[in-house]
């Protein structure tokens, strides 16, 4: 069987409302989506959260409860049941396509009992200065899952688990309590001095317990639910240590590939290649610099294309780059909103997918669209989607000599029949660039597969082309 590039789905949006059903939907979508060319599916947390069916999966509850006991409201979680699930991930084995589970090991939220304690409040800017004595504070930190009673864990977490929370029951006050003896952890994003905590009851990674129990439950869910791999939420603020053990060990138990992408939310590149060394690389990582600089291109007519992948870590650690336009946070309304603008969105796809670095991630919202803001799916994405699984192979030629427009060509190979493209993209005038796609191609016609441009342009003797761009858009040419 002939190989083909490799493409991840992000399988989700923050509004979607798919009826406590999705589990079911990708199982019926699955032969379609393998069709296309899709390859791995990362799955929203599949965990029972505090906000029961509602809640989108950051907000975690049980980990252990995949949607099969009364808790939170719910039997089903927001995306359906358990049994679902590991039907979906069966399903989409058949089809050739691998899952990745959204691991949130943060944070726990909605907890079952309160329990008094001492804490110090600390400063919102600067997580390390305290700002008040050692007070008496109670807080959401006992969890004993009653609905799922001890079935698969008879672990229960109490405060001593946790180092600080965000909300004291007797004051009624919003504020970072750090509790008593505790530190936060120094192997975390030096952002607000230390970034250790987010939200919710800060797991202590500190702590024996807590390090044993998430390797235990990591065992139980791989055996449980079959993924082939992870996504690991905000790992900037998690002990940089914690993870790098936690999925050796998991690879060893199960002597199993199980790919695995951090969210390290940073434009900063620099911090990301600290990551990846911190962590032996164990973990790839999303490319969020690459998707400011997409961001920038859309908002700015005098954004200068040729630097585009300047300082981008699929620039600079190709093999550990996830490359992504939008996903769940950066959609309107969203925490870390920045969202591409609808005309750059075919580029920005083009970028990403059409290229020979890195391993892209193709977002639900701007596959199928999001009802809730009314946005509409990108209409080329489809045929950018086969583009890559049918034509972008090859030699790579790079033209990113012009701050208006940028190009490059793949010659194509043996393996995959009139393989070979050749993109332009513009963000201001029309342009056309002289590019080499390979001389197997002389005399051949070569047409714009998103039919931005009519015309259809023929390969010269010595394997050149010179391929056309309208303003602010983008061409994509295939041989005919």
């Given at each position: 069987?002939?190989?083909?590039?490799?493409?991840?789905?992000?399988?989700?949006?923050?509004?979607?409302?798919?009826?406590?059903?999705?589990?079911?939907?990708i199982?019926?979508?699955?032969?379609?989506?393998?069709?296309l060319g899709?390859?791995?599916l990362?799955?929203?947390?599949?965990?029972?959260?505090?906000g029961?069916?509602?809640?989108?999966?950051?907000?975690?509850?049980?980990?252990?409860?995949?949607g099969?006991?009364?808790?939170?409201?719910?039997?089903?979680?927001?995306?359906?049941?358990?049994?679902?699930?590991?039907?979906c991930?069966?399903?989409?084995?058949?089809?050739?396509?691998?899952?990745y589970?959204?691991?949130?090991?943060?944070?726990?939220?909605?907890?079952?009992?309160?329990?008094?304690?001492?804490a110090t409040k600390?400063?919102?800017?600067?997580?390390?200065?305290?700002i008040?004595?050692?007070?008496?504070?109670k807080?959401?930190?006992?969890f004993?899952?009653?609905?799922?009673?001890?079935?698969?864990?008879?672990?229960?977490?109490?405060?001593?688990?946790?180092?600080?929370i965000?909300?004291?029951?007797?004051?009624?006050?919003?504020?970072?309590?750090?509790?008593?003896?505790?530190?936060?952890?120094?192997?975390?994003?030096e952002?607000y001095?230390?970034?250790?905590y987010?939200?919710?009851?800060?797991?202590?990674?500190?702590?024996?317990e807590?390090?044993?129990?998430?390797?235990?439950?990591?065992?139980?869910?791989?055996?449980?639910?079959?993924?082939?791999?992870?996504?690991?939420?905000?790992?900037?603020?998690i002990?940089?240590?914690?993870?790098?053990?936690?999925?050796?060990?998991?690879?060893?138990?199960?002597?199993?590939?199980l790919?695995?992408?951090?969210?390290?939310?940073?434009?900063?590149?620099?911090?990301?290649?600290?990551?990846?060394?911190?962590?032996?690389?164990?973990?790839?990582?999303?490319?969020?610099?690459?998707?400011?600089?997409l961001?920038?291109?859309?908002?700015?007519?005098?954004?200068?294309?040729?630097?585009?992948?300047?300082?981008?870590?699929?620039?600079?650690?190709?093999?550990?780059?996830?490359?992504?336009?939008d996903?769940?946070?950066?959609?309107p309304?969203?925490?870390?909103?920045?969202?591409?603008?609808t005309?750059?969105?075919?580029?920005?796809?083009?970028?990403?997918?059409?290229?020979?670095?890195?391993?892209?991630c193709?977002?639900?919202?701007?596959?199928?669209?999001?009802?809730?803001?009314?946005?509409?799916?990108?209409?080329?994405?489809?045929?950018?989607?086969k583009?890559?699984?049918?034509?972008?192979?090859?030699?790579?030629?790079?033209?990113?000599?012009?701050?208006?427009?940028?190009?490059?060509?793949?010659?194509?190979?043996?393996?995959?029949?009139?393989?070979?493209?050749?993109?332009?993209i513009?963000?201001?005038?029309?342009?056309?660039?002289r590019?080499?796609?390979g001389?197997?191609?002389?005399?051949?016609?070569?047409?714009?597969?998103?039919?931005?441009?009519?015309?259809e342009?023929?390969?010269?003797n010595?394997?050149?082309?010179?391929?056309?761009?309208?303003?602010?858009?983008?061409?994509?040419?295939?041989?005919?």
């Amino acid at each position: 069987m002939k190989t083909i590039n490799g493409i991840m789905m992000q399988y989700f949006e923050w509004y979607m409302d798919c009826k406590q059903n999705l589990w079911n939907k990708i199982s019926e979508n699955a032969e379609e989506l393998s069709n296309l060319g899709i390859t791995a599916l990362w799955l929203p947390p599949a965990y029972k959260g505090s906000g029961g069916k509602n809640e989108v999966g950051y907000g975690v509850y049980d980990v252990y409860d995949l949607g099969e006991f009364n808790q939170k409201g719910s039997i089903k979680t927001k995306y359906g049941s358990k049994e679902e699930y590991v039907n979906c991930i069966m399903t989409l084995k058949q089809n050739g396509i691998e899952s990745y589970a959204d691991i949130v090991l943060n944070h726990k939220i909605g907890a079952d009992m309160l329990q008094t304690i001492s804490a110090t409040k600390v400063d919102w800017g600067n997580h390390n200065i305290l700002i008040s004595n050692q007070e008496t504070v109670k807080v959401a930190t006992k969890f004993t899952f009653p609905g799922r009673n001890h079935k698969y864990s008879d672990f229960e977490w109490n405060w001593t688990h946790f180092d600080g929370i965000d909300y004291d029951e007797n004051s009624k006050e919003h504020a970072i309590f750090k509790f008593k003896d505790k530190d936060w952890s120094d192997t975390v994003d030096e952002e607000y001095g230390n970034y250790d905590y987010l939200m919710g009851a800060d797991l202590d990674f500190e702590n024996p317990e807590v390090v044993e129990e998430c390797k235990k439950w990591g065992k139980w869910y791989l055996e449980t639910t079959k993924v082939d791999g992870f996504r690991l939420d905000a790992v900037k603020h998690i002990a940089s240590n914690f993870y790098k053990d936690w999925i050796k060990e998991l690879r060893k138990q199960t002597k199993k590939e199980l790919f695995t992408v951090g969210e390290y939310w940073s434009g900063d590149t620099s911090k990301l290649h600290k990551y990846i060394e911190e962590t032996e690389g164990e973990i790839s990582l999303f490319d969020v610099p690459l998707h400011y600089h997409l961001e920038n291109a859309s908002k700015d007519e005098n954004y200068d294309m040729s630097k585009i992948l300047e300082g981008t870590l699929v620039k600079e650690n190709p093999s550990k780059a996830v490359t992504f336009v939008d996903n769940h946070d950066t959609q309107p309304g969203q925490s870390l909103q920045s969202f591409i603008e609808t005309w750059f969105k075919p580029a920005a796809y083009a970028i990403i997918l059409l290229r020979n670095e890195g391993y892209p991630c193709v977002f639900y919202g701007d596959f199928y669209g999001i009802p809730h803001d009314n946005i509409e799916p990108v209409k080329e994405l489809k045929t950018i989607i086969k583009l890559r699984k049918e034509k972008a192979y090859g030699y790579q030629h790079d033209y990113f000599d012009n701050p208006d427009y940028i190009g490059w060509t793949r010659e194509g190979d043996n393996e995959h029949l009139k393989s070979g493209l050749a993109v332009v993209i513009s963000n201001n005038n029309d342009g056309e660039k002289r590019m080499y796609v390979g001389n197997q191609y002389a005399g051949e016609k070569f047409i714009d597969s998103l039919e931005n441009c009519e015309e259809e342009i023929i390969i010269d003797n010595e394997g050149y082309g010179n391929f056309k761009v309208k303003g602010k858009s983008t061409s994509i040419w295939v041989n005919a």
